[in-house]
């Protein structure tokens, strides 16, 4: 386990247009209350039609897993035998380019610990030119949704991966004792003999299933109790229990609080608190994700199907408004 806690994030500043807690709902998304098959039934969205996020992350057929999520989720697995070291992983996920995935973190905020989703991270590649700037290798993340093209950047941070061992409360406790999550449970001590007790070893940050991501578009993040009340019974009916277990494994975790220091049962923030703070962003690092928004959501810049006349008929509008 981490001898010390990373430090603490600022609370996050919701996208234009939405309230702290609140989900943008869109009519063009599927319901995820699906049985396993389903949603690959439906048809494929044109490219016109992904202008969110919601709707890139709620199309089956842009799912780079395709519905089976064994494999992916034992790489995440830190606890799994052939589970890839956190170097590894970091460096796959980072240079994957443009390809729908989104991770699970927490991080303290003044109102307490906050479950957010941290989605299309990549690295910031250096210019060909050699022009150096301030942001050279370092990776980047999309927190929440794209509203009106505009998606709020955090940093992504090496140690995302790395592995700590705690001992937490059982799944089947947690469901049991969910009002009791304010906002997380107390500190568990080591006990082999207390059969609702659990060593579990967890990344920092957990890979979330494309199928699950539009419940964690909102910037302002979602409390511990949130999180299970919105993944679990979803999992639950499409029937992914255990492809997801290391998922809930995760949020086993982030429910529990850590210890302070010479008081172990005294309260303290949850034991998967990260630091991923929005970078001051400069017009390099803006153009950087700009292009990364319109690679994702090819609806931004292409006209509607089918308008007859006006401006967009002709390509003449593309939708795109540039508030950099």
Known sequence: MANHLPPTLDPVVPAPGQVPGQLIPDPAVPALGLMPGQA???????TN?????????????????????????????????????????????????????????????????RIYCAHSPSKYRSALDGMVTAWDNQSFAFLGEAVQGMVSIINFLEIAFEAITVWTKSVAYILQHLPELDPVLPPSLPDTDD???????????????AGYTPLFLSASG???RQAWDLLYPTIQQRQEVNSCAPLLCWLQVASTGGPLPNNPLAMGPTLLTIALYPPPADEHLLLH?????????????????NTGSGPNAHGGSSGWTDQR
């Open 40 to 46: 690959r039934q439906a048809l494929p969205a044109s």
């Open 49 to 113: 039609r992904i202008t969110t996020c919601s709707i890139l992350y709620g199309d089956a057929f842009k799912d780079p897993c395709k519905g089976s999520y064994e494999r992916i989720m034992a790489r995440f697995d830190a606890a799994h035998q052939n589970a890839p070291t956190a170097v590894e992983l970091y460096d796959q996920v980072v240079n994957l380019g443009i390809v729908p995935q989104a991770y699970l973190f927490c991080a303290h905020s003044a109102q307490g610990p």
């Open 289 to 305: 994700r700009h292009e990364f928004v319109r690679q994702l959501l090819p609806g931004l810049t292409k006209p509607p199907p």
């Open 195 to 209: 059969p609702n007790m659990e060593e579990i070893t967890m990344r920092w940050m957990i890979y979330l299933l």
């Open 222 to 224: 979602y409390t511990p």
